[in-house]
């Protein structure tokens, strides 16, 4: 039974774990909507948001807790300055999840991970 599991192990190492959430938070951050299996769209949403809401506040401590976590520095900045103070006057919900396909190769469930544009 998987009774207070709280995340998704991936099949991975826990190195490997944070280095894969990581690399596909940098890859959203930059791109904008990213396209992985569903059960790592469904363990990045939580990464994602939860740096999105520290970044809000746009002072240095928020660009040490990002850089901590992404270690990237045209990302931190991107997420810091252009990203985050858009979702200023929103309590979460920052991305979207959006299946798509099953691929072909393993038959693993396919989704678009995104940030939500908000409108003002």
């Not at 207070?4 to 938070?25: D, E, F, I, P, V």
């Not at 979207?96 to 995104?114: L, N, P």
């Amino acid at each position: 039974m998987r009774h207070n599991n709280g995340y998704r192990k991936l099949g991975r190492t826990s190195a490997h774990r944070a280095a894969l959430l990581k690399n596909l938070t940098i890859a959203i951050v930059k791109s904008g909507k990213i396209e992985t299996t569903l059960q790592k769209a469904k363990e990045l949403r939580g990464y994602v948001e939860k740096l999105i809401t520290r970044a809000r506040k746009g002072d240095a401590e928020a660009h040490r807790f990002v850089f901590a976590a992404l270690q990237d520095k045209e990302s931190v900045k991107k997420l810091v300055t252009e990203i985050a103070p858009k979702y200023a006057g929103v309590n979460g919900g920052y991305t979207r999840i959006i299946k798509t396909r099953v691929r072909k190769g393993d038959a693993a469930e396919m989704a678009y991970i995104e940030l939500v544009n908000v409108e003002k």
